[in-house]
């Protein structure tokens, strides 16, 4: 067999060549190291004392770590609810995505194994915002994932308290616990009435109409001031509402723009 020869500059090209393939294998392997470093562990309060995972009674697997790619075990189907002891945690540009959930003694659930119907389970301490029925009648159900109906919501109100909420394993609320398991589905943003724990400042001129909560016309702003407000809320097409009134006098807040000064009368 005849044997190709290779010419000292092109051993020289090929060499540049394979030390650059290197180079970019070891930064890849570098990026790789630094997003999963990424991650911490955390076991602040924040996530100990107020969150817990509805399984579902589903077989999940659980791991001694939550890095761990080998299985240690499964989830037990004789209960439902877990309480968290600590997440995976990504502080990183305060997105804090959680990757995994610590069941207590290390034994990891992760959120990538977790089935359509488990349920991240917040409590609603702080959370400053109720149910807007609009005296509506809604389905109630026993369980978070509003598979088991029980009453129907009574029509005579239409604000009540959250204690608690659901979320999907892409972060997406699904229910609202509006106390002892009574959970309620989570439709659009108008089921929320949001309360400011501060007053918020709009400049608003004359002939600005004015809506109920339903965004029904209800009239229009007599005069160009300053108002403020300390309640939100969104209408079916997520479009925010500020309240400047009474319960007849919200706008939208398009139709405002943002004062940093609070208007004092003389």
Aim: aromatic letters at 14%; charged letters at 15%.
């Amino acid at each position: 067999m005849t044997k190709v020869s290779v010419s000292p500059f092109r051993k020289f090209i090929l060499w540049l060549l394979g030390c650059g393939l290197l180079l970019i294998s070891l930064l890849a392997t570098g990026s790789q190291v630094q997003a999963a470093s990424d991650y911490t562990i955390s076991r602040d309060a924040l996530y100990i004392d107020q969150v817990q995972v509805d399984s579902a009674k589903q077989t999940i697997p659980l791991y001694n770590s939550p890095t761990s790619t080998t299985s240690a075990g499964q989830l037990s189907t004789a209960y439902s609810r877990w309480q968290v002891t600590g997440v995976y945690v990504r502080p990183l540009n305060n997105d804090f995505t959680i990757a995994a959930y610590d069941l207590g003694n290390n034994q990891w659930l992760k959120l990538s194994d977790v089935p359509n119907a488990t349920r991240i389970i917040h409590n609603a301490n702080g959370y400053w915002a109720d149910f807007f029925s609009n005296n509506t009648a809604y389905q109630l159900f026993s369980d978070p994932q509003t598979t088991q109906a029980t009453d129907l919501l009574s029509p005579a109100y239409n604000v009540w308290k959250i204690v608690g909420y659901a979320a999907n394993k892409t972060n997406q609320i699904t229910a609202y616990n509006l106390g002892a398991n009574n959970w309620v589905k989570y439709k659009d943003p108008s089921q929320l009435m949001t309360f400011l724990n501060y007053t918020a400042y709009y400049t608003i001129d004359a002939g600005v109409t004015t809506y109920d909560v339903n965004s029904n016309p209800t009239g229009t702003i007599q005069l160009s001031t300053i108002y403020g407000s300390t309640e939100i809320h969104y209408d079916k097409n997520n479009q925010q509402m500020v309240r400047v009134g009474t319960e007849q006098q919200w706008v939208y807040l398009k139709d405002t723009r943002h004062s940093n000064y609070p208007y004092q009368p003389y």
